[in-house]
């Protein structure tokens, strides 16, 4: 940490103190570290936007000693924001207590987090796997599905589950999974939102129904009031599961635990994931009522979900967001974000819920609108080519959402003038 960034942050003392910190703490440019970079790992990402070395609340720091406003939270991961005390120290003490143990064993962080989530999902009959990212709960769902005996499975056309090949069949974008066929088999979409095309394609063979409540990669796709509820009915009808992926919108994102509490509709199975460890790697997979049994001994593993760091991670992270109101911050901090929305000729409007939204575009720039938003200090995502994704952290206050909302309309022209 340079005394620039210790200056910044009002920091008396430098967060890291152990002897590995010299490996990546020097002090190099941003330009240095993104050469090293690039002769360090795989291009699957491109060439990364910045190098962030540290962040505290809404806020991160780069190599170069400039703040953002981090108004994407590692994609919806940083629940709570960077460097919170609470989650410091649930998983700081968990690791001086007791790291890891094999599946062999079992620890208290795991059984108490299977059981808050069980709670909060609303199901006593709930039983849950632990894995270690979004990619992984959704496997899981699918290896539910496949042990129902039936070979079918409909998801959407633009949904994302993730990358590894079951996730990835599931995922909805042929242009990512064309160069990884042949896929697993069985996996059939269908255009989401709609629920007629959704009853024709679920048949006596389908096994489950995969859907997220509002679709975040596809660009914060919000499905017609009653999509849900449809899908609910169709399922029920054929014996089929309904697996809804809340891996982007559950634990709080959305005002609500999960975005289904706001359907009235109970799925058989939720995936969650991202900001449920608040950036520690987490996620879940939830059954509930019968497909809470589908998973027999031997039938699935890990070694490192429900781990029993990432465990307290979770615990800390469900424990905040209940302590500090955090859903009721979500909900008032995104209706400012949407009313309070300046008027610009390039802004079409915004989409979403809670802390999920996007704001859209007139006009197919939101590579430049990131790009603008980046120089002026507000980190935002182009998550379409029209459309500018937020899923800032739940602890974003009104004061930080208009900080941002003060600066679109000049970040707007900058994008334009382009
Ligand atoms: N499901 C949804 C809805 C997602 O948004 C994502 C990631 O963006 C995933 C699954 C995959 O999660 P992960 O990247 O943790 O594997």
């Avoid at 507000?378 to 600066?407: K, M, S, Y």
Wanted: charged share 15%; with cysteine; hydrophobic share 45%.
């Amino acid at each position: 940490m340079t005394s620039h960034d210790l200056e910044m942050s009002g920091r008396a003392t430098p967060p890291q103190a152990t002897e590995l910190s010299a490996l990546t703490n020097a002090a190099l440019s941003g330009d240095a570290w993104l050469d090293r970079y690039a002769g360090a790992l795989m291009t699957t990402f491109g060439r990364p936007a910045r190098v962030l070395v540290r962040g505290e609340g809404c806020y991160v720091w780069d190599a170069d000693g400039k703040r953002y406003l981090d108004l994407l939270g590692g994609l919806a991961v940083n629940s709570l924001g960077h460097a919170h005390p609470l989650l410091t120290s649930a998983i700081t003490a968990q690791l001086a207590t007791l790291g890891h143990v094999s599946n062999f064993f079992a620890s208290g962080p795991q059984i108490a987090l299977a059981e808050r989530l069980i709670d909060l999902v609303g199901g006593s009959t709930a039983r849950v796997f632990f894995t270690n990212s979004g990619a992984e709960a959704n496997e899981t769902a699918f290896k539910m599905a496949r042990r129902t005996g039936r070979s079918k499975i409909v998801a959407a056309e633009g949904g994302f589950h993730g990358r590894t090949m079951g996730a990835l069949a599931l995922t909805g974008k042929p242009s990512i999974r064309a160069a990884f066929e042949p896929m697993p088999p069985g996996v059939v979409h269908v255009p989401y939102g709609d629920a007629a095309a959704l009853a024709d394609a679920v048949d006596a063979d389908t096994a489950a129904v995969v859907l997220e409540p509002i679709q975040g990669e596809a660009g914060v796709r919000v499905p017609p009031a009653g999509y849900l509820a449809a899908a609910r009915e169709i399922t029920d009808r054929r014996g089929t599961l309904l697996v809804l992926d809340e891996v982007q919108t559950g634990v709080g994102r959305t005002g609500e635990w999960f975005a289904f509490h706001r359907t009235g509709v109970v799925p058989d199975v939720v995936t969650v994931a991202k900001g449920l460890g608040g950036g520690i790697p987490i996620g879940a997979c939830v059954g509930i009522g019968p497909a809470a049994g589908l998973l027999g001994p031997g039938s699935h593993g890990t070694t490192f979900g429900g781990n029993p760091v990432a465990a307290a991670a979770g615990l800390a992270v469900l424990h905040a967001i209940e302590r500090d109101g955090l859903l009721a911050n979500v909900r008032q901090v995104g209706k400012r974000l949407r009313t309070d929305v300046p008027a610009h000729p390039l802004l079409a409007g915004l989409r979403g819920e809670g802390l999920l939204l996007a704001i859209e575009l007139t006009e197919p720039v939101a590579d430049k609108v990131a790009q603008a938003a980046l120089d002026a200090g507000f980190i935002v995502n182009a998550v379409a080519a029209a459309a500018i994704r937020l899923a800032p952290p739940l602890i974003l206050t009104d004061h930080q959402a208009q900080e941002f909302l003060g600066a679109l309309p000049g970040i707007l022209d900058v994008a334009r003038k382009e």
